[in-house]
């Protein structure tokens, strides 16, 4: 083996100093993996901040914009990942095709294929239920999908990361950090799920130029899908952001609320189907919702327990999954678990 | 020694079993480690302990008979039941109408301006007076429309509101007692007595003419009273037996006694030229029911216990293969487990030990996907036949244990792990050819998978859900089940034919994908080619990738 | 092929990501002994190793091991036993079970698995903790069962990248002999480092990378030899720096003297060995006390420093 040495590159000049060229042995981005053999000491002079501490509102606007901003632009925000903001984008469309529809039925004029149009897609007390509480494609494929995306990862990435440290080793407690996640996630769901209702109704009385009857006949309805939909949004944040705080991955409570939503459905409609039974419907989000929902908008029920079964399931779902929260939170150890 | 350098006696086939023997191994024990593993299992088999639960309280229950054509009520609570009533031509909704009731004939009214307000008699009284009565009928009932006093339900009046028709007036068709023994009435009755109508008030009379008596028949006897009448061949069969799609004895059999919601009467609906009748069509080969046509009212009420117990009891078998182990089993076990069989090796940092080994890439995917899969069907193979044991016990049927069963528990069980190892292949290769969008793609499909398994659960021919695994896979349970229990198509057409409720005919429908033969067989053979052919191009990609991947 | 190939050979290999280099233009031999491999961060070391490895493909020119091309083949890992830098394990398996499922990935049947475990394990010095869990290992233990992983099977070639990387001083030592031990039992065994002294006390073959190039292949000595036109120093301490230094500089091969600090004087000569056959007769000739002699350049630092065109 000792044959003549190889110095072909000891002829040049390596100006650089080692480690640099760095790069080519983790060329994925990860940091600080290894020691920097060179190092460099800085000046270091300590100024003491005498400025006095915003209010706690601010503290928690912060918070929230943080997540809420992020899907604009994740330059200092939170990061969604790109899929998820198309995701999004998909949703919202796709949940104000009526709008679209209904913009074709003005444009097609009295009678013909407009009037089919408007009748179809206008105002009336189902479409507006189902515009926030159809079962499809609206709570299969939509709803559920854009929760599992925007809820899955809010508190199960910091606790992978550990960058909820960020938050405790400043002037925020615990209560202020759930509170702001849980509201970020809610208006996120809520700018899909109830602003695209409310720009569907509006849209239909500004297309068909509607007059003062038709919003006194209709306002009650719409107030009642209003509240069915905040209700939907405030059930599924409650439900995801829990999943979230018990899941150390972003999939996992993503599927975990997927798994929730659709297999109390389909076991319910099971037992329904076979046993003639709709009491686990109980069981059910979904259900529970579109049941309250049918007596908001005033529409018939289909389910043959009582509304009061419902409400109550709802409500425990919310405080259950509430409970869970904030006893996972305020056990969330700062550190990378 | 090949060129390579390779052994090939002791590599290629003695060695191979061994390190796939390892990996595959190593595999199940890491997912054992994962406490997810066991809260998804867990969850799995809560979900069949609760379907259990309830398939055990229907059992216990026992099959109640259906009036599966509903003329056993008595709307108008004369005691006559609407079949009884409908074969004297009388109406269930007019109390005072009911075989053998007899002519009302007007006899004479008191009405608001008249000087003598005092009557008496044993007569048809309807309208508003004090009654002092020797007898009273409290037989002569009616429904809710008849304004006929139920004399059962009789109170006292509530004399400390002030006086009778003055400062209070009872519920119309009732009566109240009053302390001295007389009543108040408002509404119709039959009795004898001193009758005085208070002033400004109205009462008629009149007496009932040709009345006969008509025994009343027992509601049961309205129930299951139209059996099924086939000789097991095919052609045209079937008896009327309770003579109302003939209208056999029927005093009055005109369609414009049926009330609105009724069928008009057809009595060759299935159009053969034989009026009640039921067209039994055979398959030729096999000698199966395959087809069902009836006319309106022929066997349209038969025995419940002899059929819908055992329809209920597949549909349970059905409804859960399909919902429970398909679709739900099928589709979660895989978004739980498999996606991370590869990715969770390459973000942890373990996955150099593996791939420093003497183990093609390819074969590494092939053996994770296996070692995944010896979990997840072994999951699967004891739920089903834990599921079998159960139901095939405590199922309907003369037998000790149902060992016809066993067959569709086994289909439903081989359904299942072909369906988690298409998904299984999918969400693995989506995981290793995206490692950065893999995760929300499969959440998406995940999405996808499911509407369309819902879509075929609805519309078991609908064109866009063969895009999707769920489909092939409820398609498989469809076919095997026919192949299993090859009556089932009869059970079906029995059902929508007779009205039976029994929900088989949602639940199942004749395998779809048969090449046009309606040939179970090859519906089998069509959802497993489609199901392996997802899994083995799946690893297949994934193999090639991830072969071809520079590992950072 | 009448003889063996070697176990690691490169031609011309290169491989970059994108833009940047990770190895240029490297063409080298190993086969036998312990080599160290080494270079400061970024030198392409963690590149070398993983293509070995098959874990990259090179842009250019060929890799083979055992003369068989670990990209396309997964053969010649038969003979090859990698411990990688990356600390996870799997945590949940005890030490002894870990060996042995990774024994079976190399083939081998339950029983065999078993046996070779044991006797690696023991062979580190991990049999009394064999049945605990690795999770629950020290960072020595840890390293240690790392490298009989990669014995277990019995390898011909055994590549270490890192493995003295955040040990202690026991660890350290205890790693070192186990290297020594195998370059002794005629294994081929690569060992990676950029700390210097570690690679000193295990061996003097050594290949240096440096920005992806190599720099230098073979004894650490002999290199050092060959590179003749750098002055190569020699420190003594001693009472009088400046008398000693009247004294040596009319001697042949020295050149140049420097007094670096109070105490203590260095000489430059352009051959070291002649320079150290005069210099203890000089020494006792001129009767001053010296108290000890230093090859400060006789190090990897300075090498490197010297091969990278430093000083």
């Given at each position: 083996m000792k044959q003549g040495v190889d110095i072909s590159g000891g002829n040049t000049r390596m100006e650089s100093a080692f480690g640099s060229g760095d790069g080519d042995d983790e060329a994925s981005a990860s940091v600080a993996q290894k020691a920097e053999v060179k190092g460099s000491i800085f000046e270091q002079t300590y100024r003491p901040w005498r400025g006095s501490l915003g209010p706690r509102w601010v503290r928690n606007y912060a918070i929230f914009r943080h997540h809420v901003y992020g899907l604009f632009s994740s330059k200092g925000h939170r990061y969604y990942h790109p899929m998820v903001r198309l995701t999004i984008l998909i949703v919202f469309l796709f949940s104000l095709s009526p709008v679209a529809m209904l913009f074709l039925a003005s444009l097609g004029g009295q009678g013909g294929f407009g009037e089919v149009l408007s009748r179809m897609w206008g105002i009336n007390r189902y479409n507006l239920w189902g515009q926030v509480l159809g079962f499809f494609p609206r709570n299969l494929c939509m709803w559920p999908l854009l929760t599992a995306l925007v809820v899955g990862g809010m508190i199960s990435d910091d606790r992978r990361n550990g960058t909820s440290a960020i938050y405790f080793s400043r002037p925020v407690n615990r209560t202020d950090y759930t509170a702001m996640k849980y509201l970020s996630s809610a208006v996120v769901l809520g700018f899909v799920i109830v602003f695209s209702y409310m720009v569907y109704y509006t849209s239909a009385i500004i297309l068909n130029g509607e007059g003062w009857a038709f919003l006194i006949d209709t306002l009650p309805i719409f107030m009642g899908g209003l509240l069915a939909g905040i209700l939907l949004v405030l059930t599924y944040t409650s439900l995801g952001l829990a999943l979230s705080s018990i899941s150390q991955s972003r999939f996992f409570a993503a599927v975990a609320f997927l798994a929730v939503i659709y297999g109390t459905k389909m076991v319910a409609f099971l037992i329904e189907s076979t046993f003639e039974s709709s009491i686990l419907y109980v069981l059910s989000p979904y259900d529970g919702l579109a049941h309250i929902g049918q007596w908001l908008v005033g529409i018939e029920s289909n389910y043959d327990h009582p509304l009061a079964f419902s409400i109550v399931s709802i409500l425990l779902i919310n405080f259950l999954s509430l409970a869970l929260l904030t006893s996972r939170v305020s056990s969330l150890e700062v550190t990378r678990e | 020694m090949d060129a390579q350098g390779r052994d090939l006696a002791e590599t290629v086939w003695t060695r191979i079993d061994r390190k796939a023997g390892a990996v595959i191994e190593l595999t199940i024990r890491q997912l054992r480690h994962k406490i997810s593993t066991w809260v998804v299992l867990a969850l799995g088999t809560m979900l069949m302990v609760l379907l259990l639960a309830f398939y055990i309280d229907s059992i216990r229950d026992g099959f109640e008979s259906i009036d599966n054509d509903g003329d056993s009520v008595d709307e108008d609570r004369d005691g006559y039941p609407l079949g009884q009533e409908r074969k004297y031509g009388t109406s269930d909704w007019d109390g005072e109408q009911f075989p053998g009731s007899g002519t009302f004939v007007y006899e004479g009214e008191i009405d608001w301006n008249d000087e003598n307000r005092e009557i008496s008699g044993n007569k048809t009284w309807e309208g508003q007076a004090y009654l002092d009565p020797s007898w009273i009928d409290t037989d002569y009932k009616g429904g809710q429309w008849d304004y006929i006093i139920d004399w059962d339900s009789v109170t006292s009046c509530p004399e400390d509101q002030g006086e009778a028709f003055m400062d209070w007036i009872p519920e119309w068709s009732s009566a109240c007692q009053l302390q001295d023994g007389t009543y108040v009435t408002n509404g119709k009755f039959r009795a004898e007595g001193n009758l005085t109508v208070p002033l400004d008030y109205y009462l008629s009379w009149g007496f009932v003419t040709g009345i006969f008596d008509v025994p009343k028949d027992p509601k049961e006897m309205y129930i299951d009273e139209d059996d099924i009448d086939w000789d097991g061949n095919g052609g045209s069969q079937g008896v009327d037996d309770d003579g109302d799609c003939l209208r056999v004895g029927w005093v009055s059999s005109s369609d414009q006694d049926m009330m609105w919601w009724e069928e008009p009467h057809n009595p060759d609906a299935n159009r053969n030229g034989i009026q009640c009748d039921v067209i039994w069509v055979m398959d030729p080969e096999t000698g199966e029911v395959i087809y069902i046509s009836a006319d309106s009212s022929v066997d349209e009420d038969p025995v419940d216990e002899n059929y819908v117990g055992e329809a209920s009891h597949r549909t349970f078998v059905i409804a859960t293969g399909k919902i429970a182990f398909v679709l739900l089993l099928g589709l979660f076990l895989p978004l739980f487990l498999s996606l991370g069989l590869v990715r969770d090796e390459t973000e942890r940092g373990t996955l150099h030990y593996l791939l420093s080994k003497p183990i093609h890439r390819g074969e590494f995917i092939l053996y994770r996907v296996l070692g995944y899969l010896a979990v997840v069907s072994a999951f699967i193979l004891i739920l089903s036949l834990f599921m079998a044991l159960i139901t095939s016990v405590i199922g309907?049927?003369?037998?000790?244990?149902?060992?016809?069963?066993?067959?569709?528990?086994?289909?439903?069980?081989?359904?299942?792990?072909?369906?988690?190892?298409?998904?299984?292949?999918?969400?693995?290769?989506?995981?290793?050819?995206?490692?950065?969008?893999?995760?929300?793609?499969?959440?998406?499909?995940?999405?996808?998978?499911?509407?369309?398994?819902?879509?075929?659960?609805?519309?078991?021919?609908?064109?866009?859900?063969?895009?999707?695994?769920?489909?092939?896979?409820?398609?498989?349970?469809?076919?095997?089940?026919?192949?299993?229990?090859?009556?089932?198509?009869?059970?079906?057409?029995?059902?929508?034919?007779?009205?039976?409720?029994?929900?088989?005919?949602?639940?199942?429908?004749?395998?779809?994908?048969?090449?046009?033969?309606?040939?179970?067989?090859?519906?089998?053979?069509?959802?497993?080619?489609?199901?392996?052919?997802?899994?083995?191009?799946?690893?297949?990609?994934?193999?090639?990738?991830?072969?071809?991947?520079?590992?950072? | 092929m009448t003889s063996e190939p070697p176990a690691v050979m490169l031609e011309s290999a290169s491989k970059w990501y994108g833009q940047v280099i990770g190895i240029n233009d490297v063409s080298l031999a190993i086969d036998g002994g312990v080599t160290g491999v080494l270079g400061p961060n970024g030198a392409g070391k963690s590149t070398l190793f993983k293509l070995l490895l098959g874990r990259l493909r090179p842009s250019q020119g060929s890799v083979r091991l055992f003369g068989i091309d670990p990209w396309e083949s997964t053969s010649p890992f038969r003979r090859v036993g990698y411990v990688s830098e990356t600390e996870p394990l799997y945590e949940w398996m005890t030490g002894l079970d870990f060996l042995v499922t990774m024994a079976r990935l190399h083939g081998m049947t339950r029983e065999e698995a078993k046996e070779r475990a044991e006797h690696v394990l023991d062979f580190v010095g991990l049999s009394d903790v064999r049945h605990k869990e690795v999770g629950k290992y020290s960072k020595g233990m840890r390293q240690r069962v790392k490298i009989a992983h990669a014995l277990v099977h019995d390898p011909d070639l055994i590549i270490l990248d890192e493995p003295l990387h955040g040990c202690d001083p026991l660890a350290r030592t205890s790693i070192m002999s186990v290297i020594r031990e195998l370059g002794n039992r005629g294994k081929t065994v690569i060992v990676s480092s950029h700390i210097l002294e570690e690679i000193e006390r295990i061996t003097e073959q050594i290949v240096i990378l440096h920005n992806g190039r190599l720099l230098a292949l073979g004894n650490l000595h002999a290199i050092r030899g060959l590179l003749d036109k750098h002055p190569h120093r020699i420190l003594l301490e001693t009472e009088a720096p400046r008398e000693l230094a009247k004294e040596l500089i009319t001697r042949k091969p020295i050149y140049g003297v420097r007094f670096p600090e109070e105490g203590y004087l260095e000489i430059q000569t352009s051959d070291l060995s002649a320079a150290h056959e005069i210099l203890p007769e000089a020494i006792v000739e001129s009767g001053i006390k010296v108290t000890s002699v230093e090859n400060p350049d006789d190090n990897l630092d300075s090498l490197l420093g010297y091969l990278v065109g430093g000083d």
């Open positions: - | 309907p049927g003369d037998s000790l244990v149902r060992i016809g069963d066993f067959p569709v528990w086994l289909g439903i069980a081989v359904a299942t792990i072909l369906v988690l190892a298409a998904y299984g292949s999918l969400f693995n290769t989506i995981g290793l050819l995206l490692p950065k969008y893999g995760v929300y793609l499969c959440i998406i499909i995940g999405v996808w998978e499911f509407a369309m398994g819902f879509t075929t659960l609805i519309s078991p021919s609908s064109s866009i859900a063969t895009i999707s695994v769920s489909h092939w896979g409820l398609h498989l349970i469809d076919s095997i089940v026919l192949v299993s229990w090859p009556d089932t198509l009869q059970f079906s057409q029995m059902s929508s034919a007779f009205g039976l409720e029994t929900g088989l005919e949602w639940i199942w429908s004749p395998p779809v994908h048969t090449l046009n033969s309606s040939n179970p067989y090859l519906g089998i053979l069509t959802s497993v080619t489609m199901l392996s052919v997802i899994s083995i191009s799946m690893i297949g990609i994934g193999s090639a990738v991830f072969s071809k991947r520079e590992i950072m | -």
